[in-house]
């Protein structure tokens, strides 16, 4: 009789050492969409996707909340409630917006409402004469404002 010792094969050590810890796992976008069967004309929701899950991190905490087969307001839903809380937990602070702002806008926007933003809104932002403050005081008061319901804010009490 042979005594079988303990250690690991080859095979086996190679498996060990080749799997997937749970750091390790990532999904590209298209990998997101696919597998949140998100439709390619849902263009908003996968404008949003994108503005919001920035890091692999980001994307992996969603793929973990996510149901398994969700429906689109499933995704919607879970992709808003990770905004606002990215919006709590890790807000851009607004002397960073202000700075990033005088260098591109568009970025700074981005991050710091953590949406989707185009240039409709920089032209918007030109042609009501907005203060970049305002909007900082809007978004002081509410943390989690879109930008579209602040720049209608500041328009409306302006007319």
């Excluded at 690991?8 to 050590?13: F, K, L, R, T």
């Excluded at 190679?14 to 999904?27: D, I, K, R, Y």
């Excluded at 920035?54 to 499933?74: A, I, K, N």
Aim: glycine share 0%.
């Amino acid at each position: 009789m042979t005594l079988m010792n303990n250690k690991p094969s080859i095979s086996q050590a190679e498996e060990q050492a080749t799997m997937t810890t749970p750091s390790q796992l990532t999904w590209t976008f298209e990998e997101l969409f696919t597998d949140c069967n998100i439709n390619k004309k849902a263009i908003q929701l996968i404008a949003d996707i994108k503005s919001i899950l920035v890091t692999e991190e980001l994307r992996y905490e969603f793929m973990m909340r996510v149901p398994f087969d969700p429906t689109g307001h499933q995704v919607f839903n879970l992709v808003h409630k990770m905004r606002e809380e990215q919006l709590l937990i890790n807000p851009m602070p607004d002397e960073s917006f202000l700075d990033m702002y005088l260098l591109n806008p568009l970025q700074a926007l981005r991050e710091y409402f953590k949406e989707s933003v185009v240039l409709v809104h920089l032209e918007r932002i030109r042609e009501w004469n907005i203060d970049i403050r305002e909007i900082v005081k809007l978004k002081q008061n509410d943390n989690t404002i879109h930008l579209n319901c602040a720049l209608q804010k500041i328009h409306v009490t302006t007319f």
